[in-house]
């Protein structure tokens, strides 16, 4: 074998080495799978009514502030630091869960009324529509779930706002996993149902 052919062949053997140590360290630095949670689902059951009649109630619009809006679960650390992991993600669109989980427990507490997301199938002229801007929707650092909404509940035969208020919500956390986060997330959702379900009523009357 000639010395031109020696250097070649060396050389062929060094690229292949770094091409296989490359493709082990590509494996090695993989990003983990992202896992994805979505919010619970359970419903409390309906309260004894008292109505003549059931009334329609319509559920939005649903917004969210901007930096909620994304696909990543949002923890937060101090007054102006938040965070997000790449593999830690909800299911599904944050808006559309919120909307349809405030819709079901609603439908619950409000029952007989049946409750529907806005806009409708049918344009509605009666009942109640209640708007929700959900401001802070996230863990902290001292491991408890805040959601923060700003609510307006309007009757929708004149247009005129019947309550508009803002409601405050943190409860901790039985322990610092996402798990557990989605789900305490979802018991502050059931809280500001529960304010929304009782202004509903108190207008009913």
Known sequence: MTTQSTI????????????GLLGT????????PARQYTLTAE???????????????LVGPVKLASYLDQPRIVRRYGANRVETV??????????????????????????PSPVFSFPAATILHQGKRVTVDILRFEGT??????????????NMEDKSIL?????LFQISCADPSYETLANTLSQ??????????????LEKK
């Open 8 to 19: 070649i062949s060396a050389r062929i053997l060094l690229l292949l080495l770094a091409f």
């Open 25 to 32: 360290l590509s494996g090695c630095f993989q990003a983990p």
């Open 43 to 57: 419903l409390p059951p309906p309260p004894p009514s008292n109505q003549d009649g059931p009334l329609t109630i």
């Open 86 to 111: 790449a593999s830690r993600q909800w299911a599904g669109n944050l808006k559309e869960m919120i909307s349809n989980k405030l819709v079901l427990e609603l439908g619950t507490l409000c029952s």
């Open 141 to 154: 650092d001292d491991q408890n779930a805040v959601i923060e909404a700003r609510w307006t509940l309007v």
């Open 163 to 167: 309550k508009t208020r803002t409601s």
């Open 188 to 201: 502050g959702l059931h809280q500001l149902a529960q304010e929304i379900a009782q202004s509903i009523r």
